[in-house]
């Protein structure tokens, strides 16, 4: 008698019926113009570097930065501030080494009490050293982590302010990263004085920190 084996079943594959793909509805216009951001904030990096003469203690203040962010050209002499506001992100440095054995030490610090103000915010100080060639000093300088610090704000470019301290060795390369909306509602407020300028350029006023002078890097327009 022959025995008999389980028949094994195969499950048969289920086949899904057609469907029409799913084409969702498009939204509807706005019945009236949607609000939108008409001054944007933007961001941007500037980078600089000193000449072959060392500062020691010098100070950096807010129409100094701003010309650093830029300026555009009205006359061979005259120019106007890209923007009348803007706020200072952060600043690096990076001081190479000269003779080796010989340390650099390059330094950023906020102002203790920058003048014609009512706060100042908590003091920073960041400060680096190096004697070798294969690593320069390096320091980056933030706000602090305090809303009511006048470094964590916004700087009026035409005011004088005195906001960074500064050491830097000769050669130091620096990166400004800023905020800043482009001036397009008002009147633009009067720039430092150019030689030589060709109107309606933008260009980055180089400026005195103690001996040593601050200029942007090429191909950006320096003056």
Known sequence: MRSQKASKRVPRKRTSPKRDKFHPHPRPINLAPPTYISQENRTWMVRANTNATSTLSASINMSQLAGMLGVIATGATTSVFL??????????AWAPVATAGTPVTVM???????????????????SDTSISFDRPAYV?????????SIFSQWFDSSLTTNVLA?????????????????????VTSAGPTLIAATSGVIYHKAFAAGAATITVVAPLNSI
């Open 83 to 92: 923007c009348d506001q803007f706020r200072l992100r952060r600043v690096c």
């Open 108 to 126: 950023l610090k906020y102002a203790d009490d920058p003048a014609s103000n009512t706060q100042s915010g908590a003091p920073k100080t960041v």
């Open 140 to 148: 980056c300088l933030e706000p602090p982590k305090d809303n009511t």
């Open 166 to 186: 500064v050491v830097l060795p000769a050669g130091t390369t620096l990166d400004f990263y800023f905020n800043f909306i482009i001036d397009d509602i008002g």
